[in-house]
T-cell receptor, first 114, second 113 residues
Framework: AQSVTQPDIHITVSEGASLELRCNYS??????LFWYVQSPGQGLQLLLK??????LVQGIKGFEAEFKRSQSSFNLRKPSVHWSDAAEYFC????????????FGQGTTLQVKP | DTGVSQNPRHKITKRGQNVTFRCDPI?????LYWYRQTLGQGPEFLTY????????KSRLLSDRFSAERPKGSFSTLEIQRTEQGDSAMYLC???????????FGSGTRLTVV
């Protein structure tokens, strides 16, 4: 069965520091991969997505993610974190391209220290 | 494009009552999804519509849950005889095609007391 694992439930970084959020997926082929961000009490906003081609994808708000097939990973990165990046981040996989149904990870809560 | 709209934003109901939520997707999006999110968890898929046809339902969607999208536009999610375990955020999302990713609404937070 498809699954997504986000090993870090909670991460704290200082403002201006770099960030990497980990995501590992389980799927037989190359799935569609997504990162979403959720602010408290809000819906989810799409940060970036990977389907094929260049394994380094750029997203909104200065985020990027790298797909590594050999490691079944799709880690999210940002070179310099801003206080407004504090939120919950979800990695998701779509292994059934016919329906677009997403399987989400448990999420990583990012706290930013001033 | 006014985004995906969900109403109400919050709903408090007594156990055993029926509740109905509404989702208005982005007008040109033919795909509509319902997810449920409990505290500290990622969203879990409930059901999916393409136009007015409900094409997939999760086993999470018990007989007490029903969803409709009568004219391929807005959708409703009804929960009958609510239970405390139904307390969650119910998220609606829409898309035009898989590759585009979803646009999520802000959700309806249900509290069953």
């Amino acid at each position: 069965a498809q699954s997504v694992t986000q090993p870090d439930i909670h991460i704290t970084v200082s403002e201006g520091a770099s960030l990497e959020l980990r995501c590992n997926y389980s799927y037989g082929a190359t799935p569609y991969l997504f990162w979403y961000v959720q602010s408290p009490g809000q819906g989810l906003q799409l940060l970036l997505k990977y389907f094929s081609g260049d394994t380094l994808v750029q997203g909104i708000k200065g985020f990027e993610a790298e797909f590594k097939r050999s490691q079944s990973s799709f880690n999210l990165r940002k070179p310099s974190v801003h206080w407004s990046d504090a939120a919950e981040y979800f990695c998701a996989v779509d292994g059934s391209s016919n329906t677009g149904k997403l399987i989400f990870g448990q999420g990583t809560t990012l706290q930013v220290k001033p | 494009d006014t985004g995906v709209s969900q109403n109400p934003r919050h709903k408090i109901t007594k156990r055993g009552q029926n509740v109905t939520f509404r989702c208005d997707p982005i007008s040109e999006h033919n795909r509509l999804y319902w997810y449920r999110q409990t505290l500290g968890q990622g969203p879990e898929f409930l059901t999916y519509f393409q136009n007015e046809a409900q094409l997939e339902k999760s086993r999470l969607l018990s007989d007490r849950f029903s969803a409709e999208r009568p004219k391929g536009s807005f959708s409703t999610l009804e929960i009958q005889r609510t239970e405390q375990g139904d307390s969650a955020m119910y998220l609606c999302a829409s898309s035009f095609r898989t590759a585009a990713g979803y646009t999520f609404g802000s959700g309806t937070r249900l509290t069953v007391v």
